[in-house]
């Protein structure tokens, strides 16, 4: 199973090949970079900006304090989404069992703004993704909205391949089940869109996702 990079010392790499790691500066830099991902996949994740930004601040502080482990020509959004999911399963463990902290995400979504369809469109895509289960949730979000290979999916969840395409295709159907069907009501004049645009969505425009707003 796939370790938190904060938590191994690096000996795989090691064992590997000569293990090479960026200056500060270049660390930064690219760190930087991936912050409105995390926050995409945070606020995807969890279903909430507010928890979200949490998971992503000390994702940050945990990825610089692992700078040094970090090997230079791989992925960085990769790597950094393996610290922030094992971060959010940490807190549904410390929430006792999923459900309690799916409620809990779930309770504190936030209302779209009336008369703005894209923001109405979002909510229920968000409503609808919390429905799912977790290992469904987070796999269409890599691989639907992410564009990740199901290769790197299962890498960065620690799982086999063939259960990263099985998860994204029972997701699929069961989110296009939720957006159409009795329990995700559709508002006044709104009209739902196919499972591929919905998650096209999730993190589209992520700049503005990265703004605090």
């Known amino acids: 199973m796939t370790q938190d990079p904060s938590q191994t010392?690096?000996?795989?790499?090691?064992?590997?090949?000569?293990?090479?790691?960026?200056?500060?500066p270049e660390f930064k830099e690219q760190l930087a970079r991936v912050i409105p991902h995390l926050r995409?996949?945070?606020?995807?994740?969890?279903?909430?900006?507010?928890?979200?930004?949490?998971?992503?601040q000390e994702t940050l502080l945990k990825a610089w304090a692992a700078r040094k482990r970090f090997q230079a020509g791989?992925?960085?959004?990769?790597?950094?989404?393996?610290i922030l999911r094992?971060?959010?399963?940490?807190?549904?463990?410390r929430a006792r069992f999923k459900g309690e902290w799916d409620d809990l995400v779930a309770d504190r979504l936030l209302a779209a703004p009336a008369g703005q369809d894209k923001?109405?469109?979002?909510?229920?895509?968000?409503?609808?993704?919390?429905?799912?289960?977790q290992p469904q949730r987070e796999a269409l979000i890599l691989v639907g909205a992410g564009g990740f290979a199901y290769e790197e999916a299962a890498d960065i969840c620690g799982v086999a391949v063939g259960t990263i395409k099985s998860r994204v295709a029972r997701g699929r159907?069961?989110?296009?089940?939720?957006m159409n069907?009795?329990?995700?009501?559709?508002?006044?004049g709104h009209k739902s869109e196919g499972s591929g645009t919905v998650l096209d969505a999730i993190m589209s425009e992520v700049n503005e996702l990265s703004r605090d707003r």
């Open 74 to 82: 791989t992925n960085m959004r990769a790597w950094t989404f393996i």
């Open 9 to 24: 010392d690096g000996a795989g790499a090691d064992a590997q090949g000569e293990h090479v790691s960026l200056s500060d």
């Open 40 to 56: 995409a996949f945070g606020r995807s994740l969890s279903g909430n900006r507010d928890l979200a930004d949490d998971l992503v």
């Open 119 to 133: 923001h109405v469109e979002l909510a229920d895509m968000q409503r609808a993704l919390m429905h799912l289960p």
């Open 173 to 178: 159907v069961a989110l296009e089940a939720l």
């Open 181 to 188: 069907g009795k329990d995700m009501t559709p508002r006044t």
């Open 86 to 93: 094992n971060l959010y399963l940490s807190q549904m463990r």
